[in-house]
């Protein structure tokens, strides 16, 4: 076991642990050629040799994908026998800590947390790379904060990707026919099932995840592993509205979908879900949920969605032109009204007469006085007019978002 003086590749000076889990050790350690802090993960378990190319590979597809809320990766080795990886060091805490430490959080808090990791694992899916550990333990709050708005940074980072697979089977055997091992509390459905892990099972551990936020625990509890596993594979979570009153309809419907057994029923990918989350969050003193400082955090249509439908050219210049004559007409007719009420013994005037040359009415005597009967037809004369509303917003079509990657820094 690597202690405080322990330099790997003569390069990473190991300092304190950081943490323990299930196959490895984390310890701060110094980058001594870029003299910067960074943390190594250092595995226990050894594995043979395919199991070191596996993980080396997926170490490799990791370092590959940079976003703001992912861990980035920075480089994978071996140190007698013993693969590791160097990372970015995030000081702060888990979202497991957190949970253990106060239960519940807002639902501005579990929004927010979601909508990064979904980002995150977008960017992720989008390169052919899956989790497939999505868990507390693995979203890590630099600083000890948790983001209650979605364009919060630095937000959450979401840790092992993609790594665990290539530990965990390679080495262990996540999951054979019946068989599972380590702590199936997100383990899909299908996983259980022994097939292999797949984008829609990120999703349904984020769900997961999602839930034991809100509820302050996970939706299926269990003494054994198996019974665990089980549960995920066969039954219904309890509905979270009967958990936790007085949550958004739309969220809870969105952690349920995304719960679903079967992962067809479940949102159709990151994209979508985080589209979904954003939309639940409770918006405050009708504003909505801004873009952040950098797209990734910005409300992203499904990739495939239809293009925006082009505002129709000359849509809208005739209905324009059509109320342009109705004010025209009604501030003429107003000019008439104000003088046939002002000149009460003057004859009924020839209302577009006057229009025209108001100058030949001014000296005109005035008329019997019942202008305002007269005014009617000519209004009335205006096709459509009185149908339609006024031209201001409706007639501009909004343009969806655009349906750009959000992810910047790929
Ligand atoms: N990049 C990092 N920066 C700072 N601390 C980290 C980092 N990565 C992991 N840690 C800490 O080390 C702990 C152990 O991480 P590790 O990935 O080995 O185990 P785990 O995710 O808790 O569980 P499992 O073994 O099932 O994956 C984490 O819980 C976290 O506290
Ligand atoms: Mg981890």
Do not use: C
């Not at 250092?42 to 170490?59: I, K, P, Q, S, Y």
């Not at 009967?242 to 159709?268: F, M, Y």
């Amino acid at each position: 076991m690597p202690v405080a003086s322990t330099v790997l590749a003569d390069r990473y000076e190991l300092g304190r642990q950081l943490g323990r889990g299930g196959m490895a050790t984390v310890y701060e350690a110094r980058d001594k050629l870029l003299d910067r802090a960074v943390a190594v993960k250092l595995l226990r378990v050894d594995g043979d040799a395919t199991a070191r190319r596996r993980f080396a590979a997926e170490a490799r597809a990791a370092a590959s994908l940079t976003h703001p809320h992912a861990v980035a990766v920075y480089d994978v080795s071996t140190s007698e026998e013993r693969p590791y990886i160097v990372m970015e060091l995030v000081r702060g805490t888990t979202l497991e800590h957190v949970i253990d430490g106060q239960g519940r959080l807002s639902t501005a808090q579990v929004v927010a947390v979601g909508s990064q990791v979904l980002a995150a694992l977008h960017a992720a899916h989008r390169r052919g790379l899956v989790h497939r550990d999505v868990k507390p333990a693995n979203i890590l709050l630099p600083d000890g904060v948790v983001p209650s708005r979605p364009d919060e940074l630095p937000g959450v980072k979401l840790a092992d990707f993609g790594i665990a697979k290539a530990t965990h089977e390679a080495t262990v055997g996540l999951t054979m026919a019946g068989q599972v091992i380590g702590t199936p509390r997100y383990l899909s459905p299908e996983q259980v099932r022994g097939q292999r892990a797949t984008p829609q099972s990120d999703l349904y551990a984020t769900a997961v995840v999602l839930y034991e936020m809100l509820a302050g625990h996970p939706p299926f509890e269990h003494d054994s592993a198996v019974g665990l596993a089980l549960a995920h594979r066969e039954d219904e979570p309890p509905p979270l509205d009967e958990i936790r009153s007085g949550l958004d309809r739309n969220l809870v419907t969105l952690v349920h979908q995304a719960l679903s057994k079967d992962p067809a029923d479940r949102p159709a990918d990151a994209v979508e879900m985080r589209e979904a989350l954003l939309r639940s969050q409770p918006v405050a003193s009708g504003t909505h949920v801004l873009p952040g400082p950098d797209a990734s955090t910005q409300v992203v249509p499904q990739r495939d969605a239809p293009p925006a439908t082009p505002a129709a050219p000359g849509r809208r210049s005739p209905r324009l032109l059509r109320w342009v004559v109705v004010l025209a007409l009604l501030a003429v007719l107003g000019v008439l009204a104000t003088q046939v009420l002002t000149q009460p013994s003057a004859p009924t005037a020839e209302p577009t007469a006057q229009a025209q040359d108001p100058s030949e009415g001014a000296g005109q005597p005035a008329g019997a006085g019942d202008a305002p009967a007269q005014e009617a037809p000519a209004v009335d004369a205006q096709p459509e007019g009185q149908a339609d509303p006024p031209p201001p917003a409706e007639a501009q079509p909004t343009a969806p978002p655009s349906a750009e990657d959000p992810q910047p820094s790929e």
